[in-house]
């Protein structure tokens, strides 16, 4: 038997869903109601966020609970339950609200 390289996985997104990821570099948990602030770590390229309930995040400005938005500047909703992956292209922070009290977690990858 020849001694391999394991190699970790890229987040691969398939229909919505996730199919594979490598184990994470760094993982936050928060619980919240209000408005919370998450720091992006020093070289992650991806996040996949999950809650326990629907919240919202936003990459550019402060997460809200999204009303009539048709700038651009809306917050976008994770699924409560749901996986969600997304490349990190120069984000060095996010915002994330929740109208009720939820868990979620964010898991950083290089």
């Known amino acids: 038997m020849t001694a391999g390289v394991l190699k970790p996985l890229i987040p691969v997104v ?7 990821y490598a184990r994470p570099r760094y993982t936050n948990s928060l619980a919240f109601t209000t408005v919370k602030t ?12 999950t809650g326990t309930l629907n919240f ?11 009303g009539d938005v048709t700038d651009g500047s809306a917050s976008i909703l994770i699924g409560g339950g749901q996986r969600t992956c997304f490349a990190l292209d120069g984000v060095e922070v996010l915002t994330c609200v929740c109208a ?11």
């Open 56 to 66: 919202y995040v936003n990459f550019v400005d402060a997460a809200s609970v999204p």
């Open 14 to 20: 398939k229909g919505g869903q996730l199919v594979g």
């Open 100 to 110: 009720s009290a939820t868990i979620a977690t964010f898991e950083f990858f290089k």
């Open 38 to 49: 998450v720091t992006v770590p020093a070289g992650a390229k991806y996040v996949i966020m």
